[in-house]
């Protein structure tokens, strides 16, 4: 079957089952959208190329399939740029198409021309430039793996227009054909490791679980949760990982790091063994590295081998897949007597007990010497640290100043338990991130590691269309939603019913907060302002529903209005109180131990 | 001086790479914003038309030797690794000068190459050019000696290296990602 460049990269995406694609044509990738108009594959016209890449990266994040993204060559494919960097940092899956220009005019200053490759090399795991019509399913599928096994991350492919209008002879590679003789993902972990993991682990006293993103992209959830409900070890989820282990569950104690809660923070701090799976010791979570879990031992299990020892010697380093390795690890807990029992199981509302109590380990063997019990103490300490440093806001009835914290928590309690939630970057993620209760997998859909603002609308309109059957919410703040708001023109006309909630402060509220308590009060072009734009005309004119909300006691009418829209996107306006700061907090730089909380924790008073 | 620093500052690495274009400014590209030092950098085909040779030497103070490997080895079209302890491995580099050698000097220089074994490849009325191959501290010694008579021009290729032979234990270890025996990283 003789076929032209642009007719064989559309059907080797179908070949991919690429069910949905986000993009917006321009003249190097013109060919190629041609075949689109005979292809099943749905495309979604964007309004600027970076909502393409956020939307697929949405879609990665609660589908775990890889988001693909196309632009067309020069500014199309440098608005991408973003995006991928973005995904980059967050391992995220996302395949990304740019059309380049003629063969004959690359280097020559072309009209939009762009290296993007080069551009890019840096941030995509890899890139290709095709430069024959005959690789082009042999690169597409090569993308692709390279995409989704091993660490996901981003790749790119570049199509000089000249390619894509050239004829091949059509085929499919097979999994040996893929032509990667440098890329052999590492899967299951060293068995020798994982027994001296398993005997660290019972002879630990504080331990603490640090899982990260790593479990959610190697779905590893379950797996996750057998080995703290069968050895009673709490866990701490972070940014990327929240939802990985359920907040209700008794053994849970949240988000550490740089907003993370007391005791998630202190419990890393004080504990005698870290058991860090698919997370990375980020400089948001460990503060000043030198101070960071002075006492602690450290296994260490990650797929990419690089990010052993890279920030915190590790006692024992296991290259692998999250679930395996996990898996692996309860195997040698069963060999040493730890076994699994029903009875463990707590979650969402069990009772604390009937998570730690479990079933009594067999006699003579290593586990009998470790009763569930041993950790005891160390619950009894965490319990009361909980009981001590809880999050705390201050939402006072009628017409005074509207809580963010508050916003969140109603909105929680008025959606559905498995509803996935956006955020943006700023005071307003954290806000969601700690007052959210993430009690499933791939709920939560943020920027963790490159912190991009304006991903919150794009990546929720993706995840909606990954997860058509779940409600989605964006949490956003003014800032971010002045990045990438005419996205939403892009989920009306598709009818793509998401609902942005933003957290409008009227500030760069998260800005302002380091100038207020960084800067001495001299908060230097931060002031966004309440009213300009009309975030409600705004939001109509783009065809949604627009709702604003003042007082606290208009909340729950608000959201239950956009709760019950369902053919078109909804933003609603909640005027929040610009005063209100996140905490707890660790100064960029210092130490855990110098956790801020807050002030009225102390005897201070709040604003 | 020696501009390798000293013998426990560099390090070795011979990296097989496929023979695709952008390789190398993958590679460089890796070292620049990874903020790792490089001593030198060679590339060459390799006995495989399909893969070539990078040998570079690395600073290892600017980052662990072990990081340095690892996150090279994530980079897709690198096919394996060996890292060469230079205690370990016989190093040799190329050197080609341009030395000033008028009527007084020349003779002198032409004994200086003779001593150090080197190869005149060139002569001109008031220069010589002249060639050099041996060990890199062998090299930095040659380039002290002849300064001394006026350097025109100069360049030295970097390092290449293989392991010593005669002890097993001598051995250039695979770092990682040797086709059979290690997998790597995705
Ligand atoms: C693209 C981009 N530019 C700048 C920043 C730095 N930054 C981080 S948070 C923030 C303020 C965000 O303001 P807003 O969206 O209103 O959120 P708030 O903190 O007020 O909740 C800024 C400017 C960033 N993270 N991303
Ligand atoms: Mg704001």
Known sequence: ?607 | MNMYGTDQRHHILTVLVENKSGVLARVASLFSRRGYNIFSLAVAPSDNPRFSRITIVVDVESAPLDQIVKQLDKLIPVVSITELDPAHSRERELLLATVEAGPESRGQVIQLVGVFEGKIVDVGPAHLTVMLAGAPTKLDDFEDLIRGYGIVEMQRTGRVALPMLDRADHRGQPATGTADTTEKAG
């Open chain 1, 1 to 607: 079957m003789e076929l032209t460049g642009a007719q064989a990269l559309i059907k080797s995406l179908e070949m991919q089952h690429v069910e949905v694609m986000f993009g917006l044509p321009g003249g190097a990738i013109l060919p190629v959208y041609d075949p689109i108009l005979d292809s099943s594959i749905r495309h979604i016209l964007v309004r600027h190329e970076q909502g393409a890449g956020h939307m697929a990266q949405g879609y990665a994040q609660v589908t775990g399939r890889p988001g693909v993204a196309m632009a067309t060559s020069g500014p199309g494919a440098t608005n991408v740029v973003t995006p991928l960097a973005d995904a980059y940092m967050d391992s995220t899956p996302l395949v990304a198409i740019t059309g380049q220009v003629a063969t004959a005019a690359i280097g020559t200053d072309a009209f939009q021309e762009s290296d993007i490759t080069g551009i890019t090399m840096g941030i995509t795991k890899h890139n290709w430039l095709i430069t024959d019509v005959d690789d082009i399913p042999r690169v597409v599928a090569e993308a692709f793996h390279v995409a989704t096994t091993g660490r996901p991350g981003p790749v790119l492919i570049d199509i000089p227009k000249d390619i894509a209008q050239s004829t091949m002879t059509w085929y499919w590679p097979a999994p040996a054909d893929l032509d990667l003789p440098g890329y052999r993902p590492v899967t299951e972990g060293d068995p020798a490791l994982v027994m001296e993991a398993a005997e660290l682990l019972l002879a630990a006293e504080r331990p603490v679980i640090y899982a990260g993103g790593g479990i959610l992209k190697a779905r590893a959830a379950d797996a996750l949760r057998e080995l703290a409900e069968r050895t009673g070890i709490p866990v701490v989820t972070t940014l990327m990982a929240r939802g990985c282990f359920p907040d209700s569950h008794p053994l849970c104690l949240g988000m550490p790091g740089m907003h993370g809660n007391y005791t998630a923070v202190t419990a890393m701090q004080k504990s005698d063994l870290l058991i860090a799976l698919g997370s990375r010791f980020d400089d948001r979570v460990t503060g000043k590295v030198s101070a960071f879990a002075p006492g602690a031992k450290v296994i260490h299990v990650d797929i990419d081998p690089a990010e052993h020892n890279k920030v915190r010697a590790a006692d024992v380093a296991i290259a692998g897949d999250c679930r395996l390795v996990v898996e692996e690890l309860l195997l040698a807990l069963e060999a040493r007597g730890l076994s699994h029992s029903e009875a463990t199981r707590g979650g969402r509302g069990g009772s604390p007990s009937d998570a730690v109590a479990g079933a009594p380990a067999a006699p003579g063997t290593m586990a009998e010497r470790y009763p569930r019990e041993r950790l005891a103490p160390w619950r009894a300490q965490l319990g009361a640290w909980q009981e001590r440093y809880p999050l705390v806001y201050d939402q006072q009835p009628g017409p005074g100043p509207l809580k963010p914290q508050f916003v969140i928590e109603c909105l929680r309690d008025q959606t559905p338990e498995d509803t996935i939630v956006a955020s943006g970057v700023g005071q307003h993620q954290m806000f969601a991130s700690q007052w959210w209760q993430f009690d499933h997998p791939y709920t939560w859909v943020n920027s963790g590691g490159l912190g991009t603002m304006g991903f919150a609308v794009p990546s929720a309109i993706g995840a909606k269309v990954g997860r058509p059957d779940k409600m989605v919410w964006a949490v956003d703040g003014d800032g971010c939603f002045q990045m990438t708001a005419q996205e939403l023109v892009t989920a009306s006309s598709e009818r793509i019913p998401v609902k942005i909630a933003i957290l409008n402060n009227a500030y760069l509220g998260m800005v302002r907060q380091w100038q207020e308590m960084f800067y001495e009060e001299r908060y230097s072009e931060v002031y966004l302002s309440p009213d300009l734009p009309d975030y409600v005309g705004w939001a109509e004119s783009m065809g949604c529903v627009g709702i604003r909300v003042e007082s606290p006691d208009d909340v729950a009418t608000a959201i239950d209005k956009a709760n019950s829209v369902d053919d078109r996107p909804v933003v609603v306006d909640f005027r929040t109180d610009a005063f209100e700061k996140v905490f707890p907090m660790v100064a960029a730089g210092s130490s855990n131990d110098d956790i801020i909380v807050d002030p009225s924790l102390i005897g201070g008073s709040r604003p």
